[in-house]
């Protein structure tokens, strides 16, 4: 699913490139968003790092602004590495001359970087409102279980036992009542 939707989000990107820059996308834009998909999913996250290990041996010289500045250049880096790889491996090219070339190479590795930016804000809003619809559908289970395996209260209260009870079933006391009056009967 994740795939799909980034996917989806980079033709839409690769499509923005082509519209903003001296790069022709067309109908590249689907070969070369399912490449750059790829790349961003298994590839970038190697090649960050091996960037961060190289920067990291530097980083007590700097200060939080140079880091800041060496993080960006680091990412920038990367979307520059991915834009290559997929004007290389697929139909995208380059027009305009010189500063169409230049241009056609330095503006797209920004947009990406803005494209990556955007999604992650999405992605992450998705996920937790996923979340938090996963949670209402299972009764909150999967968080309560959480809970109780990190929290132990030391002497559990009538209180405590009550709600471990409510949350083993779902039922309130009162309801847990009723059904024992119901069977009775």
């Given at each position: 699913m994740r795939f799909v939707s980034l996917l989806l989000f980079n033709i839409v990107v690769l499509l923005v490139i082509g519209w903003l820059t001296p790069a022709r996308v067309g109908w590249s834009a689907l070969w070369a968003g399912i490449l750059v998909t790829a790349l961003t999913i298994w590839i970038k996250p190697l090649i960050h790092r091996?960037?961060?290990?190289?920067?990291a041996r530097s980083a007590g010289q700097r200060t939080k602004v140079g880091e800041k500045v060496v993080q960006f250049v680091l990412v920038l880096a990367v979307a520059f590495l991915v834009w290559i790889l997929a004007v290389v491996f697929s139909g995208i090219t380059i027009g305009g001359g010189f500063f169409g070339a230049f241009w056609g190479y330095v503006l797209p590795p920004v947009i990406l970087v803005i494209g990556w930016a955007i999604y992650d804000a999405i992605d992450d809003r998705v996920e937790a409102r996923a979340g938090a619809l996963?949670?209402?559908?299972t009764g909150g289970r999967a968080a309560a279980a959480a809970l109780q395996t990190t929290a132990i209260p030391a002497v559990p209260t009538p209180e405590t036992r009550a709600a471990r009870?409510?949350?083993?079933d779902g039922l309130t006391e009162e309801?847990?009542?009723m059904l024992d009056e119901l069977g009775k009967s």
């Amino acid at each position: 699913m994740r795939f799909v939707s980034l996917l989806l989000f980079n033709i839409v990107v690769l499509l923005v490139i082509g519209w903003l820059t001296p790069a022709r996308v067309g109908w590249s834009a689907l070969w070369a968003g399912i490449l750059v998909t790829a790349l961003t999913i298994w590839i970038k996250p190697l090649i960050h790092r091996w960037f961060q290990s190289m920067a990291a041996r530097s980083a007590g010289q700097r200060t939080k602004v140079g880091e800041k500045v060496v993080q960006f250049v680091l990412v920038l880096a990367v979307a520059f590495l991915v834009w290559i790889l997929a004007v290389v491996f697929s139909g995208i090219t380059i027009g305009g001359g010189f500063f169409g070339a230049f241009w056609g190479y330095v503006l797209p590795p920004v947009i990406l970087v803005i494209g990556w930016a955007i999604y992650d804000a999405i992605d992450d809003r998705v996920e937790a409102r996923a979340g938090a619809l996963y949670d209402r559908a299972t009764g909150g289970r999967a968080a309560a279980a959480a809970l109780q395996t990190t929290a132990i209260p030391a002497v559990p209260t009538p209180e405590t036992r009550a709600a471990r009870r409510e949350l083993q079933d779902g039922l309130t006391e009162e309801q847990r009542r009723m059904l024992d009056e119901l069977g009775k009967s």
